[in-house]
């Protein structure tokens, strides 16, 4: 996840339901040694990258966005994003490139697998951009709202009214039209560190999938997964707590931390990361 250098704190919600809460001064270096630069699996390529990405202004023709994709080894869904305006598309493209770029170790982790960038008319109306993997995480996605993004204006507008309520986490003004995006990459980073949790709990792993597979319905499939998806980010996430608790445990955090990060330690992930992308 992310941290910022400045005083403040942040939230991560437990397993057990309880709520975790950790100094944003220490986040970031603290959860990057523990995370990126003691583990094998994620080795991030960080010289010389700045630590907030500029959208140049310079907007990006459709097949070059197409172009970029593909070159990432992604497949670019050309009928669904040609309802997508261009200017949120060629800046979410630019994003997704370089974060890409910043996370080489993410590359390697498609290589292996089908993703794909489409976009689609989500059953709930509030969604705004998804990431899914499926049980295995073979098959990977991030789909973007087709009502959401087809004009930039209303779009960019909707967004900063998220932020400015604290629904989201706090981004920079020319970032808001890729906070969503960088959301769902942290989704993506996340899954790298699920898919290594399943490695070393197969058998665990393999009974979760049988239950998930026979379950009565989609939605209890779903459930099955997702509750054994957050018992690694809830590992996570309470590592982190207790770093947190080391460096000072008279902390108080619910006060800096988005209202949609306290839904649980998996969305906890996504929206620090975001805002240390973004933020």
Not at 244 to 267: C, D, V
Request: aromatic content about 12%; glycine content about 4%.
């Amino acid at each position: 996840p992310y941290f910022t250098d400045d005083e403040g704190t942040r939230i991560a919600r437990g397993e057990d339901g309880k709520q975790y809460y950790v100094p944003s001064d220490i986040k970031y270096e603290e959860w990057k040694e523990k995370y990126v630069d003691n583990n094998e699996t994620i080795k991030l390529n960080l010289k010389n990258y700045p630590k907030n990405v500029t959208i140049n202004n310079k907007d990006l023709s459709f097949e070059e966005c197409k172009n970029i994709i593909e070159n990432n080894k992604i497949t670019f869904v050309d009928d669904d994003l040609k309802v997508i305006d261009n200017k949120l598309l060629s800046d979410n493209v630019k994003q997704f490139n370089n974060l890409l770029n910043k996370y080489p170790v993410m590359k390697q982790y498609i290589e292996d697998r089908k993703m794909h960038l489409g976009a689609e008319n989500f059953k709930n109306k509030g969604e705004v951009a998804v990431f899914s993997s499926g049980i295995d995480n073979k098959k990977l996605s991030i789909h973007f709202s087709k009502q959401k993004y087809k004009n930039y204006s209303s779009f960019v507008e909707n967004e900063s009214k998220d932020i400015n309520s604290f629904y989201s986490m706090q981004c920079i003004e020319n970032m808001t039209s890729v906070y969503s995006l960088t959301h769902e990459f942290g989704h993506f980073i996340e899954n790298k560190f699920i898919d290594d949790y399943n490695k070393e709990h197969f058998a665990e792993f393999l009974n979760m999938k049988t239950r998930a597979l026979n379950a009565n319905s989609i939605n209890q499939s779903n459930q099955i997964l997702i509750k054994w998806q957050m018992k690694c980010t809830d590992v996570i996430a309470k590592d982190i707590f207790e770093i947190a608790k080391k460096k000072n445990p008279n902390f108080n955090l619910l006060e800096n931390l988005s209202e949609y990060g306290r839904k649980n330690s998996m969305e906890f992930f996504a929206e620090c990361f975001a805002n240390m992308e973004c933020g």
